[in-house]
């Protein structure tokens, strides 16, 4: 039987979906209460990080434990990942000693390589084309505080990244809208997007795309450490925060997203963020739930 891997949102159908965000559902109502929910008692995860993270990094270890299984961490300080090991290799030996394997790294190519040699489901915790796991628990988080996203308009305000190319892809399995304003210089790559995708609308204007959005949300501008680079950032993308102004153009129930971390004042003001429409921190939360949904799925 082939393995099922979860590389980019496309690769489960709403039948999945909707699978996985019941069992999102129980295994939260399970964890708020203290009931025991072990159903990868005996089973390993092993997390792979070629870029830095808190939230999914915490979320897949923490998630694994209360599962009943244990999660291993590696990355390529402290490895032989990075060395000049073909990733075939790695994949391999790796795929041979557990049951499942989340790996945070650059290209999608990367990942779908080391997929390719895998024995086990390979999960992808962010790439620099896609970041399904986030754009799942954002995903589940709108359902829980609103039902149905079918249909719904999503406002995506800030770069074309990772996480829009998987808004993009989500729009796709559950059939809503996004409206997407980009900076110029920080357009969609046509790569990124399948090419019978009739499910955003480009605009010019942000304010414009907020325009009776039913969810609006962005993600950070500039990295920290990379202040050279910011500077230049911040300039195109001026004009592009996501403001109470903004806000007042969505739907008067619209909520506020964002994947975090965040730089008040930059992406988003902090009345926004910190405000009642927002929901960030059970959005951060949920990552916690979805992903204990999914790796019991593929398991
Ligand atoms: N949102 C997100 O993926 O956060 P981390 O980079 O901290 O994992």
């Known amino acids: ?27 939260k109502r399970k964890f708020k209460n203290y009931e025991p929910h072990h159903s990868l ?10 870029k830095n993270s808190t939230r999914t990094r915490l979320s897949f270890e923490a998630g694994m434990h209360q599962l009943g299984g244990a999660a291993i961490y590696l990355n ?5 990942l990075g060395r000049g090991e073909p ?14 394997i989340m790996i945070r790294t650059f ?12 024995r086990v ?12 796991c986030q754009v799942l628990a954002d995903v589940f988080t709108y359902i829980e505080q609103r039902g149905s996203i079918k249909d719904k308009v999503v406002a995506w305000i800030g770069d074309a990244n990772n996480m829009l190319y998987s808004w993009l892809q989500a729009a796709e399995v559950f059939g809503f809208h996004v409206n997407v ?3 110029k210089g920080y357009d969609i790559d046509m790569k990124q997007v399948s090419p019978g995708n009739r499910r955003y609308t480009f605009f010019a204007n942000p304010a414009d795309a907020c325009q009776d959005a039913d969810l609006v949300t962005t993600d950070v501008w500039t990295s920290m450490g990379y202040e050279d680079e910011n500077a230049a950032r911040l300039k195109a993308f001026d004009g592009w925060i996501v403001d109470q102004a903004k806000m007042a153009r969505a739907r008067k129930d619209a909520l506020f997203m964002h ?36 790796l019991e799925y593929l398991v």
């Open 107 to 118: 290209g999608q190519e990367i990942i779908d390589r080391f997929a390719a040699y895998s």
């Open 41 to 50: 008692a005996d089973r390993t995860l092993v997390m792979v990080f070629e």
């Open 76 to 80: 390529t300080r402290d490895s032989q």
């Open 259 to 294: 994947c975090l971390p965040a730089h008040r004042g930059e992406e988003v003001s902090a009345e926004v963020i910190d405000g009642p429409q927002s929901v960030v921190w059970e959005e951060a939360e949920n990552r916690l739930h979805v992903q204990k949904a999914l």
């Open 1 to 27: 039987m082939a393995i099922k891997h979860y590389l980019q949102f496309s690769d489960f159908t709403l039948d999945e979906y909707e699978y996985v965000i019941e069992r999102s559902r129980v295994i």
């Open 181 to 183: 304003s980009t900076p």
């Open 121 to 132: 489901p390979v999960i992808n915790g962010l790439t620099n084309e896609q970041h399904p």
């Open 87 to 100: 990733i075939e290799d790695a994949a391999q030996v790796m795929s041979r000693m557990c049951d499942v």
